[in-house]
């Protein structure tokens, strides 16, 4: 079983930043592509970001500019930097993750518990 935790959501004013952490653990052989999704209510989970093993990157056009997906593969951990937060950025962030969990496994989808980041007016 695979676990991803994730950290540093919070509440900041227009123009912040902050930083997520989401850290994998468990049986792991591998990840394949890690990324970050955001979910407001009566809305579905959209795309932040995500970033392969190899370091290829794509983002939603909204955050293209001010946010930033990187990965320690030696940690198993994806991080998000949010600069110049808007409102509009206000969500619950998701991590997500594809695992291999053995040699011979496929790729599984993972997702951690969410994490609240409010941007104020």
């Known amino acids: 079983q695979v676990q991803l935790v994730e950290s540093g959501g919070g509440l900041v004013p227009t123009g912040g930043s902050l930083r997520l952490s989401c850290a994998a653990s468990?049986?792991?052989?591998?990840?394949?592509?890690m990324g970050w999704y955001r979910q407001v209510p009566g809305k579905q989970r959209e795309l932040v970001a995500r970033?392969?093993?190899?370091?290829?990157?794509n983002y939603a056009d909204s955050v293209k500019g001010r946010f930033t997906i990187s990965r320690d593969n030696a940690k198993n951990t994806v991080y998000l930097q949010m600069n110049s937060l808007k409102p509009d950025d206000t969500a619950v962030y998701y991590c997500?993750?594809?695992?291999?969990?053995?040699?011979?496994?496929?790729?599984?989808?993972?997702w951690g518990q969410g994490t609240q980041v409010t941007v104020s007016s």
């Open positions: 970033i392969t093993s190899g370091g290829s990157t």
């Open positions: 997500n993750a594809w695992v291999k969990e053995t040699i011979t496994s496929f790729f599984n989808e993972y």
């Open positions: 468990g049986s792991i052989v591998s990840i394949n592509v």
